[in-house]
């Protein structure tokens, strides 16, 4: 994945979480998070992130798909996709690409702690 210069980063918090049984022996996990967004856009951003579990998987897919209140009161909406990996027994790397609805592309690069409950990460340039 080609990083530009990062142009923004995100702290979110898990608000609630759900499991439906998934395609074979998988399950999908359906996570809904919310925080604050920051660099270039400033927000209040809220989404769900799904993503495919397989037994004993250490990677797979992800996709999301959020919105963000901006300050000035307008809203940006988003959808991302790629590929987790796990990085402890409580941890996972995302790694992906997010579109917005101004047009603009990001390449996503970030860390989710289950014992916290928390997804931080950071947004580049995508080129």
Do not use: C
């Not at 608000?15 to 919310?34: C, H, I, R, W, Y």
């Not at 000035?72 to 988003?78: F, L, P, T, V, Y």
């Amino acid at each position: 994945m080609a990083l530009g210069k990062q142009t923004g980063a995100f702290a979110f918090k898990a608000t609630s979480l759900t499991v439906t049984p998934g395609p074979g022996k998988a399950m999908t996990m359906q996570a809904n998070f919310e925080g604050p967004q920051t660099g270039d856009v400033t927000a209040a951003a809220y989404g769900t992130l799904t993503v495919m579990i397989e037994p004993g998987a250490k990677t797979g897919p992800w996709r999301w798909a959020g919105v963000a209140l901006l300050e000035n009161g307008d809203n940006m909406n988003a959808t991302g996709e790629g590929t987790w990996e796990r990085t402890s027994p409580k941890a996972a790397r995302y790694r992906g690409i997010a579109q917005f609805s101004d047009g603009s592309t990001a390449a996503v690069e970030a860390d989710l702690h289950v014992d916290e409950r928390s997804m931080a990460g950071k947004l580049y340039e995508w080129k």
